[in-house]
């Protein structure tokens, strides 16, 4: 079944910190699951190692772990939505650019630099002297920043440019040797340290090659955070801004007149993400675009144009905190100009697509008169499907029925991938206080079972024809490759976990849960009666404790109540809190739950 999501996250509860992995612990998981923990266990520790890491002393509690997990989840959900419909996967623009491996920007050690390049200590330098006394001098810029030259004496040249360096100790020389050539050139380039702060993925002070470039340390700091910006970058040498660089010049036109030489002591800041939006459809580059120019036009131009395929018989679509905005396409880009864009903006520029693609389907089964394959058009609803298959028969069960869809299914497999490998790390945690702890632990079981569960792609969605004719928000758009269910009214409830005689029981409208919890034995020793789940036909997951939460009248037919084991011991307040969390953030993970005989 497919409620191993919550009772993952009910397990995570009730373990307790630890530091090591207990061999014995190990051995106890199945063979699959020991392999992924040591590999994780492995990975950890090759990450700790990292010199540009600082180490990290804290322990993430137990309650810690799911509130970031449901965080995380709930950022997924937010970009699969963003996208339905449209291109999947869309990234902000210039991320791409870091996600290599680390040397793609790495400097090559070549000292054939420009005559700007900014001599630092530790620089080696060539000086051949032609004239009354002639010679060739091996120079190294000590770390006071200065050369000695034999019989001429001492420069201070750090920070200085590779020509203006050149100039001075050319005149310098003639003042004492008259009528002297000087020929200097750059052999060997030293370290310098520099400090990235602000909005980096890994701030802090890096020694890296006097050649480096902008790209290249951010690439060092593991390229630019999540909230960080691509276009509002700083240098500052002693306190005073020198640059400001805007990395989209160099990704978008090519432009590398910003590709600034860093000195020793420089501070790069990254400040904040500015406003972003996203573009999709027929543009070269579709993405999520940080704006300074609002007009649509210019965001048109940062997708690098328009592309051939570009359906101008439809209108730009813009989707704005849940409203759309149409705009008209005009072969004159400038008029788009005048159109102006709001941060979180979604546009939408259509694409002509060939019909000899293939038409867009959906399948419906169960309880109509005309199950099968049909095919839909854009402005196909759940209502008008359903009508083309001949409406419902009399034993329909609308309440249960189900809407399953792709995108949703690669939605759990993100959601699952990210709590089964949460798990695993706190395995590593834990496993010690775990094997030793005594007693059974139910983790293992879930994990073995977790790791075979499937994704369904439910999506929440009203079957009622009434209210979906009177609510047309409610009517929800078909999508290629949706699948439709409509099971038959059953008459049992489910009653699973630790009750004495699991199985299906006669539904009666007037039995709370705790009676059919009663009519299958009673609980068992190993039951935690103060986490009894009740799932509804419809797929929403609620807590069932002392009626709190349901009444008797609230259970359906085809409702199933999962009363989970107990595998450890926590404070029932921080639990009762940490679910109530749990099941509002996980809805539409819990609501892919299916009829009780998936």
Do not use: C, W
């Not at 050139?185 to 890296?208: E, F």
């Not at 328009?306 to 813009?318: A, F, H, M, P």
């Not at 020793?525 to 609620?542: E, K, M, Q, T």
Request: proline letters at 4%; zero cysteines.
């Amino acid at each position: 079944m497919n409620n191993k999501i919550f009772l993952f996250l009910l397990s995570i509860s009730f373990f307790v910190s630890s530091q090591s992995i207990d061999e014995n612990f190990l051995e106890s998981l199945p063979v699959n699951i020991q392999q992924d923990v040591l590999n994780e266990a492995s990975k950890s520790q090759s990450q700790d190692q990292n010199i540009y890491r600082s180490p990290n002393t804290k322990q993430e509690l137990p309650g810690e772990i799911v509130e970031r997990l449901i965080r995380e989840i709930d950022e997924v959900k937010k970009r699969y939505a963003a996208n339905d419909g449209q291109e999947k996967n869309l990234k902000r623009f210039g991320d791409g650019f870091f996600s290599s491996i680390q040397s793609s920007f790495m400097p090559i050690n070549d000292p054939s630099f420009s005559n700007g390049y900014i001599i630092n200590p530790s620089d080696k330098l060539k000086l051949q002297l032609i004239g009354p006394k002639s010679g060739i001098y091996d120079l190294e810029v000590e770390r006071d920043g200065s050369v000695s030259i034999p019989n001429i004496g001492k420069f201070f040249i750090a920070g200085m440019q590779l020509e203006n360096v050149d100039i001075m100790l050319r005149e310098a020389i003639n003042l004492k040797l008259t009528g002297s050539s000087t020929f200097l050139t750059l052999t060997g380039i030293g370290d310098i340290q520099i400090l990235m702060v602000g909005n980096v993925k890994n701030p802090g002070i890096y020694t890296i090659s006097g050649n480096t470039n902008i790209l290249h340390a951010l690439d060092v700091a593991g390229g630019i955070a999540e909230n960080g910006s691509y276009r509002n970058i700083s240098i500052k040498r002693n306190n005073n801004l020198i640059a400001d660089v805007d990395l989209y010049e160099m990704f978008i036109y090519g432009n590398t007149a910003q590709d600034y030489n860093l000195k020793s002591g420089d501070t790069i800041l990254v400040g904040p993400t500015g406003s972003q939006v996203t573009i999709s459809g027929a543009v070269s580059n579709p993405a999520i675009y940080e704006i300074k120019k609002k007009d649509l036009a210019s965001l048109i131009m940062l997708a690098n144009g328009l592309t051939q395929d570009l359906d101008s018989e439809r209108t730009i679509n813009v989707n704005r905190k849940n409203k759309n905005i149409n705009i008209s396409i005009n072969s004159e880009l400038e008029a788009l100009s005048k159109f102006q864009l709001q941060a979180g903006d979604n546009v939408y520029v259509p694409k002509y697509i060939p019909k000899a693609k293939g038409a867009r389907t959906i399948s419906i089964e169960g309880q109509v008169y005309q199950p099968g394959i049909y095919t839909i058009n854009d402005d196909e609803t759940l209502s008008s499907v359903i009508k083309r298959a001949g409406g419902y028969k009399s034993n329909a069960y609308t309440i249960g029925s189900v809407l399953r869809r792709e995108s949703l299914k690669k939605l759990e497999e993100d959601i699952n991938e990210r709590i089964y490998m949460d798990l695993i790390k706190y395995i590593i945690n834990t496993s010690s206080q775990t094997a030793s702890g005594g007693g059974e632990s139910g983790l293992p079981l879930l994990l073995s079972e977790f790791k075979d569960t499937k994704p369904v792609g439910r999506m929440p969605a009203e079957f009622d024809i009434d209210i979906l004719e009177n609510d047309i928000n409610k009517d929800i758009a078909m999508r290629n490759g949706d699948e439709i269910y409509i099971p038959p009214m059953p008459s049992e409830i489910y009653v699973f976990g630790e009750v004495m005689n699991p199985g299906s029981r006669i539904y009666n409208s007037a039995s709370g849960y705790q009676e059919y919890i009663k009519e299958s034995g009673g609980l068992t020793n190993f039951a935690l009666d103060s986490h009894i789940v009740i799932v509804s036909p419809d797929g929403i997951a609620r807590k069932g404790k002392q009626s709190l939460f349901l009444n008797s009248s609230s259970l359906l037919p085809g409702t199933l109540i999962y009363v989970p084991r107990e595998v450890g011991k926590r404070d029932s307040l921080q639990v009762t809190a940490l679910l109530t969390n749990v099941f509002s953030s996980l809805a539409i993970s819990l609501a892919s739950l299916n009829s009780i005989s998936d």
